[in-house]
């Protein structure tokens, strides 16, 4: 790739959707029922409805929003312990941005801020540690959070913590794995999906065996794919491709970012520093067996969990809220009764509404509009509007 316009032409966008339809025509299965395809990744959903994808494929293709959005899957009651421990005197609460608005039972982290709280946002996990440094008299707690895309750098500030001997640095450990989600969902009753474009960034770190499982006790198809408009296509074509010949198999279009094998100094990073929790809670989807990672006993030190009183409840989201049928992909945004009147991008209930990876916050931004914006060129597909048309944004 020289340039990110390689992965936007409209002539190449147009002959993958020509290639998609006639691959449509080879599946049986298209007869009597649309074909689910899930894009795991938050990433790809914002994409998707960016660059109006979902309206150009063909009526039989139903794209299935996944869980691969951790600020998405994060539960009240996790929220919760962050905002206890941000009031907790003399201590600087850090976090991502996106996380700031995640609501809470009572409250979200911005709303504790505005209370008083010492919350601040920062880009990476070692400006926090500049924060130990530079404020030795105050406990610095930085709120891990993110699937294995960011465990690696979280691991090496923890790595580098101690190098130092910086011991009023601490983590409160919310890092969550991808290959459990996917395979509870698989798991769930009455979820049909059909074949999946794999999450781009986590495979960056992980590889691609991982997702074997998915072929071999499943029978489903699994393509790790990129983020531009061309490369969601391309994916969902080879996914085709293998229903159409009876085929499951992973494969990797992604292949300019993702090694097959992973990233072997980050894998040995987290292995150091993080083992797995015999289960961890998931917005909407419940509790999952080994989904989550916590400190290992030779880092208790830098553990939040340990270092300070958290509530540690499970709470429940409001009954009204639907977020966990749209992780599993049994409804869609707009099919929930919250979406776009009690629950916005302004005043969000769910946690799917907060995160620009989110769902809702897709379909609110980008899928209200009618009209669709030329990116890839007018009338490319075939959609007949079974979701609402994107308004595609120009780059």
């Given at each position: 790739m020289k340039y990110v316009d390689e992965f936007r032409d409209p002539e190449k966008a147009q002959t993958l959707v020509e290639k998609i339809r006639a691959l449509v025509d080879q599946i049986d299965a298209c007869k009597s029922r649309p074909l689910y395809i899930m894009e795991v990744c938050g990433g790809h959903t914002h994409a998707?409805?960016?660059y109006g994808i979902e309206s150009m494929l063909p009526e039989e293709i139903e794209l299935v929003?996944?869980?691969?959005c951790p600020v998405c899957v994060l539960p009240m009651g996790r929220v919760d312990d962050c905002v206890a421990i941000a009031e907790t005197p003399k201590v600087i609460f850090t976090t991502f941005g996106d996380a700031m608005r995640v609501p809470g039972s009572s409250k979200s982290l911005l709303e504790a801020k505005a209370g008083g709280a010492d919350v601040r946002m920062v880009y990476s996990p070692l400006d926090s540690l500049s924060l130990a440094r530079d404020n030795p008299d105050k406990e610095v707690v930085f709120f891990g959070l993110g699937f294995e895309t960011t465990m690696?750098?979280?691991a090496l500030t923890v790595l580098q913590a101690e190098a130092e001997g910086i011991e009023n640095f601490s983590l409160f450990c919310n890092h969550i794995t991808i290959i459990p989600a996917i395979k509870a969902i698989l798991d769930a009753p009455g979820v049909q999906i059909d074949g999946f474009l794999g999450p781009g960034h986590v495979?960056?770190?992980?590889?691609n065996a991982p997702y074997d499982f998915v072929a071999d006790q499943y029978?489903?198809?699994?393509?790790?794919?990129g983020f531009e408009p061309l490369d969601i296509l391309h994916g969902i074509w080879m996914v085709l491709e293998q229903l159409a010949s009876g085929e499951a198999r992973i494969e990797n279009q992604y292949s300019r970012v993702v090694p097959d094998e992973g990233n072997g100094p980050a894998l040995e990073a987290i292995a150091k520093v993080f083992e797995l929790r015999e289960f961890f809670e998931w917005r909407g989807l419940g509790s999952?067996?080994?989904s989550g990672v916590k400190m290992r006993e030779a880092y208790a030190k830098y553990d939040a969990e340990r270092k300070f009183s958290v509530p540690d409840l499970v709470i429940a989201d409001p009954k009204a809220c639907q977020c966990g049928e749209v992780l599993k992909g049994v409804i869609k945004p707009y099919d929930c009764k919250l979406f776009g009147n009690d629950c916005t991008p302004e005043t969000p209930m769910g946690a799917l509404m907060v995160s620009s990876e989110g769902a809702c916050a897709a379909y609110s931004r980008y899928g209200r509009?009618?009209?669709l914006v030329p990116l890839l060129g007018r009338g490319a597909g075939t959609g007949t509007g079974k979701a609402p048309q994107a308004e595609v944004e120009a780059p």
């Open positions: 998707i409805f960016r929003h996944g869980p691969g690696p750098s979280t495979s960056m770190v992980i590889g029978d489903r198809p699994l393509v790790v794919t999952i067996d080994h509009v009618e009209k």
